[in-house]
């Protein structure tokens, strides 16, 4: 069972970029999958997910009208589109998943899985 996030890089303020969670050995979309990012220094912070349940999506407040969480079940695949991007969104991104629809949707505790990080810089 393994998660991997990718799809990092270097962009500009008002750029965009596509992160992708994909996953070896259990299908995605059995799973509320989760987005959170870490800032140095700082514990992770949740910015998005998805649930089981209707495709129920959740934001932070921070990134609502500019992140969109979707999934792509043929290529078992969880994206999150990011917009209009922040100097302040720098961060390495995470995806984790989650057997159960998570209670407390930032709860770190309650995603079963993680992956390694994609570090996101916004810079011009």
């Known amino acids: 069972v393994q998660l991997q996030a990718s799809g990092g890089g270097l962009v500009q303020p008002g750029g965009s970029l596509r992160l992708s969670c994909t996953a070896s050995?259990?299908?995605?979309?059995?799973?509320?999958i989760g987005w959170f990012r870490r800032f140095p220094g700082k514990e992770r912070e949740g910015v998005s997910s998805?649930?089981?349940?209707?495709?129920?999506?959740f934001y932070a407040e921070v990134v609502k009208g500019r992140f969109t969480i979707s999934r792509d079940n043929a290529k078992n695949t969880v994206i999150l589109q990011m917009n209009s991007l922040k100097p302040e969104d720098t961060a390495v991104y995470y995806c984790?998943?989650?057997?159960?629809?998570?209670?407390?949707?930032?709860?770190?505790?309650?995603?079963?899985?993680w992956g390694q990080g994609t570090q996101v810089t916004v810079s011009s």
């Open positions: 998805i649930y089981r349940t209707h495709g129920n999506t």
């Open positions: 984790a998943a989650a057997q159960q629809d998570p209670r407390l949707v930032w709860a770190t505790n309650e995603y079963d899985h």
């Open positions: 050995g259990f299908t995605l979309a059995n799973y509320a």
